[in-house]
Nanobody, 116 residues
């Protein structure tokens, strides 16, 4: 069973930046379309960004122009660069396959808190 481990979250002021990482227990990052999701307290998990095996990227309107999804195929790591962070970006962030694909087991996620 694939294990996903997200890291890189933390407390940041509005306007700040963070880079999240997702490491898989098996070499699956480069072989699958991948995505970042987030879940804020009391809300459903939402899709933030996706990247296909060919490198095509898509973003939720709420993060377009501020977030960048990427991956290092050699290191089997998925990244999410988050700039110009806003309080409404506060959530637990997860990586997994995009909707429409059978998800891997969900990791613990990494907490991102944007607050002054």
């Amino acid at each position: 069973q694939v294990q996903l481990v997200e890291s890189g979250g933390g407390l940041v002021q509005p306007g700040g930046s963070l880079r999240l990482s997702c490491v898989a227990s098996r070499r699956i990052i480069s072989l699958n379309d991948m995505a970042w999701y987030r879940q804020a307290p009391g809300k459903q998990r939402e899709l933030v960004a996706t990247i296909t095996t060919s490198g095509n990227r898509n973003y939720a309107d709420s993060v377009k122009g501020r977030f960048t999804i990427s991956r290092d195929n050699a290191e089997n790591i998925l990244y999410l660069q988050m700039n110009s962070l806003k309080p409404e970006d506060t959530a637990v962030y997860y990586c997994n396959r995009p909707r429409g694909f059978t998800p891997f087991a969900w990791g613990q996620g990494t907490q991102v808190t944007v607050s002054s």
